[in-house]
């Protein structure tokens, strides 16, 4: 798939099949694995030949804790769209919409991600002008594990302006994301000490003491400690968050 137009091309002409999906953990068709990798040639091949755009994998690989070599891939479970939307393929997410795709595709239960939330971690600005153009949910569930929603996605990784895009849209300040990805979007901002990011979910009303884990995890400040923000624990804390004992991690007085 990495730019192999003519192999592809030979392959589809000898009558492979297109909707194959690799065995073992490599639950992904050629359709996916082209979207990822951006490679719009072999994405015309493909549709040509009739590729189905929300086409899954029938058996989600399992998570890399569960595989004694760790060789979950990264497109396992995934529609096209999805793959697209996290590299942040802008003219295939558009092309892969008008075709029909289902933007609100659910995640792979395996760390996977909705369009949404793939194009809102990785900061793909027009991608997400764009999805949500389509309609997209801006609360979309999160993966059960390491999921996490569009907003917690964003806040992660410090994408102001789509934080901003996600908030206007509707966003909810206090979801909670997927086992071990299990805290609201202030948690995540404060994990990784994205000060603006925390300033606009605080005005935006989040909750400066809220939990993770259905009130048995951490606070946004223990996350914040936990990584040694000293600027995020002090506004953190000139707007109101206590230290205190918990079941989380990282806890203090």
Known sequence: MHGHEQAVQMLVD???????CGGNNIQRNALQIACGHGNEKVVDILLRAGAKVNEVSSKPARPAYWSPASTVTRYNGRTALQAAAERGHEHLVSR???LGADVNAPPSPTAGFTALQAAAGGGYVAIVKLLLQ?????NGAP???????????????GHLEVVDILLQEGADVH?????????????????KGHVDVIKRLIAAGADVN?????????????SAAAGGHDRAIQILRDHG?????????????
């Open 134 to 138: 389509h309609e997209a949910d801006v």
């Open 175 to 191: 979801a909670i994301g997927g086992i071990y990805r299990d805290g609201m979007a202030l948690h995540a901002a404060a994990e």
């Open 210 to 222: 809220a939990c993770g884990f259905k009130g048995r995890g951490q606070t946004a400040l223990q």
């Open 241 to 253: 968050a206590i230290g205190r004992a918990g079941r989380g991690r990282f806890l203090f007085p």
């Open 143 to 157: 993966a059960k594990y390491k999921g996490y929603t569009a907003l917690q996605g964003a806040c992660l990784q």
């Open 96 to 98: 892969l919409l008008e």
């Open 14 to 20: 000898a009558g492979a099949d297109i909707h194959f």
